[in-house]
């Protein structure tokens, strides 16, 4: 089986924050595409399929291919590791080049990477959109609850409702929409497998974008670390 290169979850958000990356991530869903199988929110088609494997071997030094932290000393739960062990074969390293480095997918993922679940780790997050103006691409009625704090720190935020399911059919006219906005903008972007391709090509077309799926979510879930008063974004 390959050796495979994984940075870990705070060196991740470190490297988008410092370098100005932006991030393309991988779970079991999008492996799944891969291999030409469906995922719960994407039918699978041929398309997807090479656009994601293109993504996993991607040499652009602004975009960090995030995958599972799952085969360096990352500890994971009980459930998790039963879970995440079938991962560790073949059928997934194939899709995946032993020279490239890679970075954490666990990044909104702390019920896998338990040691980030921690009010440090939060606030380090905030500092990816201090003082930016974020544009949030989400499914409707998905991912990125209205946690005011989430964005804290932010000049703004601006919400773009996109599909919820196959939201990779239309990714052809929403990447159109997306290019209208100044580069100056932050991309946040939670919308299944159609994140990690759309984070990809507008890191191309000169933009930083983040895939942060279930980033709100999991945000929402620790959100009582945090006893200060809230301050809503500006809309």
Not at 22 to 31: C, H, K, L, T, V
Not at 44 to 73: C, F, H, M, Q, Y
Not at 154 to 172: N, T
Request: glycine share 8%.
């Amino acid at each position: 089986m390959k050796k495979v290169k994984v940075i870990g979850e705070y060196e991740t958000i470190k490297e988008i924050i410092q370098k100005g990356a932006s991030i393309a991530r991988f779970g079991d869903g999008e492996f799944k595409l891969c291999r030409g199988r469906k995922q719960i929110s994407q039918r699978t088609s041929e398309e997807i399929k090479e656009r994601l494997r293109a993504i996993l071997k991607s040499n652009d030094p602004n975009l960090l291919v995030g995958i599972p932290n799952i085969w360096g000393s990352n500890k994971l739960s009980g459930r998790k590791e039963k879970f995440w062990s079938k991962y560790r074969c073949e059928k997934t390293t194939k899709f995946l080049s032993i020279k490239k480095q890679y970075y954490s997918a666990f990044i909104s993922r702390p019920d896998a990477a338990l040691h980030i679940d921690c009010i440090e780790y939060w606030d380090l997050c905030k500092k990816m959109w201090y003082d930016r103006v974020v544009v949030l691409v989400k499914g409707k009625g998905t991912g990125f609850n209205k946690k005011p704090s989430i964005f804290m720190g932010a000049r703004s935020v601006e919400v773009i409702i996109a599909p919820p399911r196959d939201a990779f059919e239309s990714l052809g006219s929403l990447f159109d929409y997306l290019c209208s906005y100044d580069r100056s903008i932050l991309f946040v972007i939670s919308l299944g497998p159609a994140a990690t391709v759309l984070a990809a090509d507008l890191c191309s077309a000169g933009y930083q974008a983040l895939d942060l799926g279930h980033f709100g979510m999991m945000y929402s879930k620790a959100h009582h670390y945090y006893k200060r008063e809230e301050k809503c974004w500006n809309n």
